[in-house]
């Protein structure tokens, strides 16, 4: 039986799509996502980490770039996905109570707090 590679996370700062990296994808039909192709001056092909034939099995999307109503679009679109969010405290936020706990989010993550 063969081993199963380790998955690794390849950091794109100013990711624009799969073209603009430099990669064509392709779905399988069973609906896998594979790399079809790697342009090797592009910024894919630079990065010696993304080679033809990968499954794309998941990604980290970073907020740093995106204004709040791009981050709360995408949020609203993750529906019954398996979904990893990184938090800060920064007690900042309207949604703390007094005793420092979140109140519960609106159903619909529109990201408003009930009180």
């Known amino acids: 039986m063969a081993e ?8 794109f700062s100013d990711w624009s799509g799969p073209e603009k990296q430099g990669m064509t994808l392709e779905q399988s039909g069973e609906g896998e996502i594979y790399v079809k192709e790697v342009k090797m001056e ?15 099995v ?7 770039n ?3 109503e791009e981050t709360t679009e995408l949020l609203k679109t993750l529906n019954k996905h ?6 800060q405290n920064k007690d900042k936020s ?7 706990t979140l109140s519960p989010y609106s159903k619909d993550l529109a990201l408003e707090c009930r009180g």
């Not at 998941?58 to 740093?64: E, K, L, M, P």
């Not at 398996?82 to 938090?87: E, F, P």
Request: charged letters at 30%.
């Open 4 to 11: 199963e590679e380790e998955t690794r996370e390849v950091l």
């Open 42 to 56: 592009s910024p894919a092909g630079r990065t010696g980490r993304v080679h033809e034939g990968d499954q794309i």
């Open 58 to 64: 998941g990604a980290t999307i970073y907020f740093d």
């Open 66 to 68: 995106m204004s709040s």
């Open 82 to 87: 398996k979904v990893g969010l990184k938090l």
């Open 94 to 100: 309207p949604c703390r109570s007094p005793m420092g």
